[in-house]
């Protein structure tokens, strides 16, 4: 494995334990939801949907199971599908998280080559990984082969000018403002073209 490979980086961003596990969905609680998000009474959801107004009274308060074929009548009448009559929304798993990390107070992580600011460094479980780089390399050389890793990155130059190597394209320069946008898994490396140590924002997904 190259030492210069942000696999380190990703391992931490990824620490935080098991992932989080959904709780089952209450269909009845669920069907109330839906109907009560369409602004229906039981009335005009139980003739949307072609059932009795008491059997969808049963069905939301957890009095009876429903056939297939009365879910397929729901979700026709809610014009959904089957599964997501047991699918809860997205939105219920946005929980507003958020982190804010002030100039030069996020993790450092050094390399021969580049030296890491990661940011963001609190939030776990994230499903992308940004950092600040200084690039101190001069030269291919200095690199232990391709740098490779699962994902996609995202690459935008703050200060200086830097080279970008890929494994399938030519060497492109990159200045003050560029970006570049790439799969990760592809072999890649930066280098420094300017007389200082170039700064770049780097952004890797995790998923």
Same mark, same amino acid.
Do not use: C
């Given at each position: 494995?190259? @030492?210069?490979?942000?696999?380190? /980086?990703? &391992?931490? %961003?990824? $620490?935080? #334990?098991?992932?989080?596990? +959904? ?12 109907? @009560?998000?369409?602004?229906?009474? /039981?009335? &005009?959801? %139980?003739? $949307?949907? #072609?059932?009795?107004?008491? +059997? ?16 397929k009548k729901l979700a026709v009448g809610l014009e959904i599908s089957v599964p997501q009559l047991f699918t809860p929304p997205a939105a219920e798993r946005i929980n507003g998280r958020m982190a804010v990390t002030k100039s030069g107070e996020g993790a450092a992580k050094a390399t021969t080559t580049y ?93």
């Amino acid at each position: 494995m190259n @030492k210069d490979a942000p696999e380190s /980086l990703i &391992q931490i %961003a990824r $620490q935080g #334990g098991a992932p989080e596990t +959904t709780p089952p969905v209450d269909l009845g609680a669920r069907v109330r939801e839906l109907r @009560k998000g369409r602004k229906w009474t /039981l009335e &005009q959801a %139980a003739k $949307q949907a #072609g059932l009795a107004r008491s +059997t969808l009274s049963k069905i939301e308060n957890g009095q009876m199971s429903p056939t297939y074929d009365a879910l397929k009548k729901l979700a026709v009448g809610l014009e959904i599908s089957v599964p997501q009559l047991f699918t809860p929304p997205a939105a219920e798993r946005i929980n507003g998280r958020m982190a804010v990390t002030k100039s030069g107070e996020g993790a450092a992580k050094a390399t021969t080559t580049y030296e890491h600011e990661l940011l963001a460094d609190t939030l776990l479980k994230k499903q992308m990984l940004p950092y600040r780089a200084r690039i101190r390399a001069r030269s291919m050389d200095e690199f232990d082969g391709w740098v490779r890793h699962d994902g996609e990155e995202f690459l935008f130059v703050i200060t200086g000018v830097v080279q970008l190597f890929t494994e399938f394209y030519e060497p492109v320069e990159l200045r003050r403002g560029d970006s570049a946008y790439y799969d990760a898994t592809m072999g890649h490396n930066v280098i420094s073209t300017s007389a200082e140590d170039a700064t770049i924002l780097w952004v890797t997904s995790l998923s």
